[in-house]
């Protein structure tokens, strides 16, 4: 499996903006779709947005359309949230994932994704 770390939360005042990362490592990713995922306290794990192999195919949450932005760098092996304008509802634990069954198209489903990352806190301020 791939190994996951991702980095960049913190604390951002609503309006704001905040750039996730997550470096993979162990595997290239560059053959796999891969997603982003938050979880708030007290609730279930939440879709965001995901991509496929090339960053082509992209799909995102409608909470988050048009604030949020996913890409990937494959030669890096990094896959990246840009999230513009966030909003105290966003706040959560972010993870990423990686879903190595699917490559063309990228999926909505947390069963989908095989390897999680251990996820970084992002606080959203008002």
């Known amino acids: 499996q791939v190994q996951l770390v991702e980095s960049g939360g913190g604390l951002v005042q609503a309006g704001g903006s905040l750039s996730l990362s997550c470096a993979a490592s162990?595997?290239?990713?560059?053959?796999?779709?891969m997603g982003w995922f938050r979880q708030a306290p007290g609730k279930e794990r939440e879709f965001v947005a995901s991509?496929?192999?090339?960053?082509?195919?992209?799909v995102y949450a409608d909470v988050v359309k048009g604030r949020f932005t996913i890409s990937r760098d494959n030669a890096a092996n990094t896959m990246y949230l840009q999230m513009n304008s966030p909003k105290p509802e966003d706040t959560a634990v972010y993870y990423c994932?990686?879903?190595?069954?699917?490559?063309?198209?990228?999926?909505?489903?947390?069963?989908?994704?095989?390897?999680w990352g251990q996820g970084t806190q992002v606080t959203v301020s008002s």
């Open positions: 994932a990686s879903d190595e069954t699917r490559w063309r198209m990228a999926g909505r489903a947390p069963s989908d994704f095989g390897s």
């Open positions: 991509l496929n192999f090339s960053g082509g195919n992209l």
């Open positions: 162990g595997r290239t990713i560059s053959g796999y779709a």
